[in-house]
């Protein structure tokens, strides 16, 4: 399977130019690509307390639909961040966009110090069937804490996709985490990080990778812009899981209710 990494620089409260460079690389694929990967809230940029309440907007408005109409065009699915307005309520959210529409919403909820005043935290890890496999989301700080990816496995990810904001000089953290989370749950990990400034004098670090259900890294990016191509192979997985599995091994599971979809999506409530 084809994937594109879009490993992008973005404006901070600049819509107009992040979904402009959105639509160009997805205009840009290569016609067997079944997914491209953005960046942690690229539609947006990151805004602040300030700024939040004008710049996010609600997962019908005219930003989101903008993508949602490129993919159908592409016949490609997406996987973008945003700044999500629910209500005047504000997410840090990744979706899932496929030409069906929006396949999966998964809320950032592990605030970094800059998330925390401008976004409010998920109540919940997800899910979805996509292409044959069940895939899952994680945003960023996310991969920092084994249980976000232990989340998804139980919920039956093969693969785990990053959206990531990673800075200077944490670059190397999330190098580490990304390996790791693959090889303790035996799934494919793909994480596409944002390049250059950001407000403040932020120096994002690239790095953007896609590490096998072995924690074997396959490709990583460097620290300049780029879009490429990776594959995945999905045989990869059953050989990863012949001999053991962690999941049927492992003493202690994450709580929380698991609610079942009809339309395959499957939800871990995070308990209060």
Known sequence: MKVELAQLAGQDNGTDYNLRRALAAIAACASDTRLIVFPETHLMGFPSAETVARIAEPLDGPTVQAVQQAVRERNVAVVIGVAENDNGQYFNTTLLITPEGIALRYRKTHLWASDRGVFSPGDRFATCEWNGIRVGLLICYDIEFPETARALAQLGADLIIVTNGNMDPYGPTHRTAIMARAQENQVFALM????????????????????????????EAGREESQFSVELDLSQLAAARRDYRYLNDQRLRLPGEVLEHADGLRELLIPR
């Open 192 to 219: 596409v990080n944002r390049v250059g400034e950001g407000d403040g004098g932020l120096l994002f670090a690239g790095g953007s990778a896609l590490v096998d259900p072995f924690g074997s890294l396959l490709y």
